[in-house]
């Protein structure tokens, strides 16, 4: 796998936790404790010396060939879709995107009275290939995400998803080792342990049950500024900016997100065009000739 290149100012860290997840991802099954296995999914812990333990989630999408890894790491990743999977999650913005696959974010995470909200400041990375996808976070400090009053910043150490073709299906690992930080009780990051790796089994259920919002396939000579996809409208929207000759974005389009297709809708200077994809079921929603900034929308026919 090719990493697109960038020199933007937490490149360094992305890479380095990107490193660090595929180590943790790659390690064999006898380096972690088994814990249980809970709505199909297989729980994992491992220490490191640290006094926060490193939490893992295993499950197998078994749905042959209908998904790839990247449809299912969509899924991961898109927050529209993490507001249906995952009931912790409160709200999240993408403060910057430095490529299609690398961005700076904010999140905040519900947590019940009298703890206060936990939030995160963080920056992903994306690291796909046909047969296997990468997704890295962790926690950095930047000035575009100042301390927010009411919520405790906590620090993502390290958390990322392995996502694979798999025999009969697509595996997906889900692992990440979180401070939570200041005052919690015990029973409640008791419960955060367990159910946070968990979360592989809730995107499995998301993908079965829905499929997955456009996925970003190319962005040749533009700026990808902005993505965003609204679950319940079906609306998915993306900012870019041409630069250069040949500029044009290329998202794959579920059929079973949109059983009846989708109408695309651009602000600024572009065309489109909807094509078949190989894969049965499956669309190409084809952006070119973008000049400058275009915002475009993909919404359900």
């Known amino acids: 796998m090719v990493l697109l290149e960038s020199n933007n100012r937490h490149a360094t860290t992305s890479r380095k936790s990107l490193a660090q997840f595929k ?20 729980l994992y812990t491992k220490s490191d010396g640290s006094s926060i333990t490193i939490v893992r989630g295993d499950i197998t999408l078994k749905t042959g060939d209908k998904y790839t890894p990247r449809e299912v790491a969509t899924v991961a990743t898109q927050s ?19 490529t299609p696959l690398e961005s700076l974010f904010w999140v905040k995470l519900k947590a019940p009275w009298p703890v206060s909200p936990r ?11 046909e047969d296997e996808c990468y997704v890295s976070m962790s926690s950095v400090e930047d000035p575009a995400a100042p301390p927010v009053s009411g919520c405790v910043r906590g620090n993502l150490i390290i958390s990322g998803w392995k996502v694979y073709k798999a025999e009969g299906g697509i595996g997906i690992t889900y692992i990440t080792k979180v401070d939570m930080a200041g005052s919690i009780p015990s029973s409640f990051l ?8 968990l979360c592989a089994g809730k995107v499995a259920n998301y993908v ?28 998915f929207v993306s900012e870019v900016e041409g630069q250069g000759d040949n500029a044009q ?28 994809a190989e894969a049965a079921g499956k669309k190409y929603v084809i952006v070119k000739g973008i000049q400058g900034a275009v915002t475009v929308k993909i919404n359900k026919a």
């Open 80 to 98: 529209g879709c993490r507001k249906i999977w995952d009931e912790k999650f409160d709200t999240s913005e993408v403060k910057e995107m430095f």
């Open 208 to 235: 079965s049950t829905y499929g997955f919002p456009p996925a970003t396939l190319a962005a040749d000579n533009v700026n990808y500024k902005r993505e965003s996809f609204d679950h319940a409208k079906r609306e």
């Open 23 to 42: 180590e943790l991802a790659g390690s064999p099954l006898s380096d972690w404790e088994f814990s249980q296995e809970k709505e199909g999914v297989k």
């Open 119 to 129: 939030d995160f400041t963080g920056i992903a990375l994306r690291d796909f290939d």
């Open 249 to 276: 974005v290329k998202w794959l389009i579920s059929g079973q997100m949109f059983p009846n297709g989708v109408k695309v809708t651009t602000d600024g200077t572009a065309s489109h065009e909807i094509v078949d």
């Open 190 to 197: 008791k419960s955060i342990h367990l159910q946070v790796p």
